[in-house]
C-alpha cells in the first residue's frame, strides 16, 4: 500500500481512539509477533535512542511510528527495565511539536547530567520545497520520568561545507566536559562523523570533522557511536553507499565498526584498522552502546533495514531490537555476546549428545518457536555440518559450516515468507579458526546466531509457518560429534 505524505506526517492527535484500537487488533492478529524481543505495539520501529541507565534502570527508547509500517513522522518511545531482559512500555517519549522537530524527532542517545536524564535528538524539519533543515535538540528527563523539551536548539542548522544529511548525535562525558559526535555528509557527497564539544550540553562548539582513513567511504555515516574499551578507540557507524564485495556488504546498508588507539580530541583524529560489519546477517541496522554501571558495554541494534518490505506490513507493523549485547576485544576483534541475564528466561531445559554421520536428524523434544540452542562441535571430519529450524512442510531456516571453506552459512531460501530477495538469501562469513559452537535465540520471527562465543553473529528475521517448528541436527560427507543444548523461552514475558 502507497502512503500520501499527509498519511505519514499525520498528527497522532488527530487519529481516533477507533482507528488505534483496530490497528492495534490487526496488529495482535499477526502470527509473527515476538515473544522476548522489544517490538512496536503498532506502527514502525526503527533506530535504538538513549540507550542509558539512570535512576536504578535501564532505559532504552526508539525510532517510532505509530500508524503503520511505514517511515513517517517519528517519535522516540521509551522502554525501560531492571535487568535488559523484562522491558517496560513506558510510552512515547518525545514527540514532534515545534518548528525544530516538525518532521520527525530523529535519532540521538542520552547521558545523565545534574541528576536528570539529558536526551540529545535531531529535530528533522522540511520546507515548502520539502528540503530538509536538521536541528540538534535537548529534552530533560528527571527522576519522576516527566519529560521536558528545551524550547530551542542547542545546535542550530549545519556547519558550512556539510549537506543537510546531519543526525544522530551520540554523547559522552570526557574529563570536564562533554563530546557529541554526528553523522553528516560533506558537500562533495561522501560520509563522515564531525564532533561538537561543550561544557554544560547547552552551549556547543563545533570542533572539527574526526578524521579517518575512510575518506570515500559511502555517501553517508548515519548513527555514529564511540567508545573505549580495553584501551582501544572504536567508532561504531552505519555507512550507507557501499558496494558489496565478495561475502562482506551484502545488504542494503552496512553497520559496523573501526578499532584504533583511542581518539585523538584535539586533533580531532582517529587512527584506526579494516572497517568490520559487526553483525554477518540480513537484519542488523544503526546499533547503539552504552556502559552500564557493570562497567559492561552493551550494544544493541535495529533488527531491520530501511527500503524493505517485511511481510509484517500487511498486519500494521514492522521491526524489532535485537537482545542486548555485551561487547569485549579478543585478537584485536570485537566479540559479542548476549547479556548474562537472558539466562533468566531459561525454562524447560533438553539436551543431547550424539555424533552424526552422513544424516539429517531430530531429535525427541528438540522443537519450538521460542527458545534458546546451544550447539557444540567436536571431533568432526565432515564436509559440512550444522542445524536447520522452524523447520516445517517445505520450510527450514539452515545454518552450517562448511568445512572446506571454512565458512559459516546462514540461509533463509526457503524460511517461509520471503523478504529482501534482491540482496539474496544467503550470507556467509568465514572464520580464521575452527568452528566450535552456535548457539542461538530463536524468538517467532527472528534468529540470532552466536558463533564461537561471538566472534561472529548472524541476526535475521524469518517469517515462517507456525506450524514449522522443528529442529534438525545433520553432517554430510563424514562425521561430528555434537552437544545440543535447548531451553524453551518463557513466553510473553512483558507487556510488549
Ligand atoms: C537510521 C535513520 C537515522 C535517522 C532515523 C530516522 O535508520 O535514518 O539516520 O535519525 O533513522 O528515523
Not at 528475521?461 to 541436527?473: A, K, L, N, V, W
Amino acid at each position: 500500500m502507497e502512503w500520501t505524505k499527509e498519511e505519514r506526517y499525520r498528527a497522532l492527535e488527530d487519529v481516533t481512539v477507533e482507528e488505534l484500537t483496530a490497528l492495534e487488533k490487526i496488529v495482535n492478529e499477526c502470527p509473527w509477533r515476538q515473544s522476548y524481543h522489544i517490538q512496536p505495539v503498532t506502527g514502525l520501529l526503527n533506530d535504538p535512542n538513549g540507550f542509558s541507565y539512570y535512576n536504578g534502570e535501564y532505559h532504552l527508547f526508539y525510532q517510532w511510528f505509530p500508524l503503520g509500517p511505514v517511515h513517517g513522522l517519528k517519535h522516540w518511545f521509551h522502554t525501560k527495565s531492571k535487568d535488559l531482559v523484562h522491558w517496560e512500555n513506558v510510552g512515547i517519549a518525545i514527540k514532534p511539536t515545534n518548528q525544530f522537530d516538525s518532521h520527525g524527532v530523529y535519532s540521538g542517545s542520552a547521558i545523565e547530567h545534574e541528576g536528570n536524564l539529558l536526551l540529545m535528538y535531531t529535530g528533522n524539519t522540511r520546507d515548502d520545497y520539502w528540503e530538509r533543515h536538521p536541528y540538534q535538540c535537548l529534552a530533560v528527563m528527571d527522576r519522576t520520568g516527566t519529560i521536558t523539551k528545551l524550547d530551542k536548539p542547542i545546535i542550530d542548522g549545519v556547519p558550512k561545507g556539510y549537506t543537510d544529511h546531519f543526525r544522530d548525535p551520540k554523547v559522552w562525558k570526557q574529563d570536564d566536559h562533554f563530546y557529541a559526535i554526528i553523522g553528516a555528509q560533506k558537500e562533495c557527497g561522501t560520509g563522515c562523523v564531525v564532533l561538537y564539544q561543550s561544557s554544560d550540553m547547552k552551549e556547543w562548539s563545533f570542533q572539527g570533522e574526526i578524521e579517518t582513513r575512510l575518506k570515500d567511504f559511502g555517501y553517508m555515516w548515519e548513527c555514529p557511536d564511540y567508545f573505549e574499551l580495553d584501551g582501544k578507540g572504536i567508532l561504531l557507524f552505519s555507512p550507507q553507499g557501499i558496494a558489496a564485495e565478495g561475502d562482506h556488504f551484502q545488504n542494503i546498508y552496512q553497520s559496523g565498526y573501526v578499532m584504533g588507539s583511542p581518539l585523538d580530541i584535539d586533533k580531532q583524529q582517529l587512527t584506526h584498522g579494516e572497517f568490520h560489519e559487526l553483525d554477518r546477517g540480513f537484519d542488523f541496522y544503526a546499533p547503539q552502546s552504552m556502559c552500564d554501571p557493570k562497567g559492561r558495554r552493551i550494544v544493541v541494534g535495529w533488527m531491520g533495514l530501511p527500503e524493505i518490505d517485511y511481510p509484517t506490513d500487511k498486519n500494521g507493523w514492522a521491526h524489532c531490537l535485537t537482545l542486548p549485547r555485551e561487547l569485549s576485544i579478543r585478537g584485536g576483534k570485537l566479540y559479542q555476546q548476549p547479556v548474562i541475564e537472558l539466562e533468566s528466561l531459561r525454562g524447560e531445559m533438553i539436551e543431547a549428545e550424539i555424533t552424526l554421520k552422513n544424516e539429517c536428524i531430530s531429535i525427541d523434544g528438540f522443537t519450538g518457536d521460542a527458545y534458546e540452542l546451544l550447539i557444540e562441535f567436536s571431533e568432526s571430519n565432515a564436509q559440512e555440518f550444522g542445524i536447520e529450524v522452524r523447520v516445517g512442510h517445505q520450510e527450514k531456516t539452515t545454518i552450517k559450516y562448511d568445512a572446506a571453506e571454512k565458512m559459516v552459512i546462514f540461509d533463509r531460501t526457503h524460511s517461509g515468507q520471503p523478504v529482501g530477495m534482491e540482496f539474496g538469501e544467503i550470507r556467509k562469513c568465514h572464520l580464521d579458526g575452527d568452528i566450535v559452537s552456535f548457539r542461538l535465540f530463536v524468538d517467532v520471527s527472528s534468529v540470532e546466531v552466536f558463533v564461537n562465543n561471538g566472534e561472529e553473529v548472524f541476526t535475521g528475521r524469518i517469517f515462517p509457518h507456525q506450524d514449522s517448528r522443528g529442529i534438525h541436527f545433520f553432517a554430510n560427507g563424514g562425521h561430528t560429534k555434537l552437544r545440543a543444548m535447548k531451553w524453551n523461552m518463557a513466553k510473553k514475558f512483558n507487556d510488549l
